[in-house]
């Protein structure tokens, strides 16, 4: 799923081409730049494109993939991701053992060298902990969900109208086919930012995007946002406690600019909300 064109979406189809089963792969952008320029010959020969002209939310993005796809098992994947290589044989076999929906980890993707910066363990520990392999399944968030076909039958198509939140809106709605399965094992790969200029710079805005979220829902959005910033810091942590190996090593590398992008995503909501972003609400 790409939005104006955005360049990363060539390695996320690579990835995906790369899977150790044979995989359906539906490319949907939308907004003013084309895919063509970005996708060569080879890989448009292997991909069904399917481009709108106008911006569209996550949800009628999802949907339009969901008309061309013809595979009875449906994944999504941003353009900002990669996958695992045994990705897609992983969700088959869960799918043909019984589940519906099957939801995967995430961790961060190794920037050129084959390393993960210190900055993308950082933004990982702060945005997507619950989505670690290590997480206790109690508490984990069922987030990169593929789906049998058939629900998409049961229950209509995502929700075209929300800026975030389309895929924890439709989670909700078949919650009565049963739990969707936390499937650990299963990775896929998120490209976080891999400088610490660049780290900063995305929590500030991601932070200043909570905050008008919270505008628009909440009470009280400033303290609401920097509540959900600390519980995150505080996630964060726990989530080095959990790990072992490599990844602790990394995580406790990582835990000063934990807290240096901690700050930086409660100040995006501070400014936010003294509109000194200059935007309106």
Not at 2 to 23: M, N, T
Not at 110 to 132: E, Q, T
Not at 184 to 198: D, E, K, N, S
Not at 233 to 259: D, K, S
Request: proline share 6%; charged share 20%.
């Amino acid at each position: 799923m790409a939005v104006h064109g955005d360049p990363q979406v060539a390695d996320a189809v690579k990835s995906l081409l790369e899977q150790d089963v044979p995989v359906e792969v539906i490319v949907v952008n939308s907004g003013r730049d084309l895919l063509p320029g970005t996708l060569d010959d080879r890989l448009l020969e292997r991909l069904v494109l399917v481009e709108a002209d106008d911006p569209r939310m996550p949800g009628g993005t999802r949907n339009l993939g969901i008309a061309e796809a013809r595979a009875p098992i449906v994944a999504f994947l941003a353009a900002d991701c990669l996958v695992a290589p045994d990705w897609a044989r992983l969700r088959v076999e869960a799918h043909l053992a019984g589940a519906t929906a099957v939801a995967s980890a995430l961790r961060p993707s190794p920037a050129g060298n084959g390393r993960i910066p210190l900055s993308s363990w950082a933004s990982y520990a702060l945005l997507h902990v619950r989505r670690a392999p290590e997480y206790p399944a109690q508490w984990a968030k069922c987030y990169g969900v593929s789906y049998d076909r058939a629900v998409f039958e049961r229950h209509g198509l995502f929700r075209d109208d929300l800026r975030i939140g389309e895929d924890t809106e439709f989670n909700a709605r078949i919650a009565t086919d049963g739990p969707i399965l936390w499937a650990p094992h299963i990775v896929t790969l998120h490209r976080y930012p891999q400088t610490v200029g660049a780290a900063i710079r995305d929590m500030f805005r991601r932070g200043a995007e909570l905050h008008r979220y919270n505008l628009a829902h909440r009470r009280w959005p400033l303290l609401a946002s920097i509540g959900q910033v600390l519980e995150s810091w505080r996630v964060a942590h726990r989530l080095v406690r959990l790990a072992e190996g490599q990844t602790r090593a990394a995580l406790m590398g990582a835990t000063p600019l934990i807290a240096l992008l901690a700050l930086a995503y409660a100040g995006g909501g501070v400014v936010a909300a003294l509109r000194l972003d200059g935007r309106k609400p």
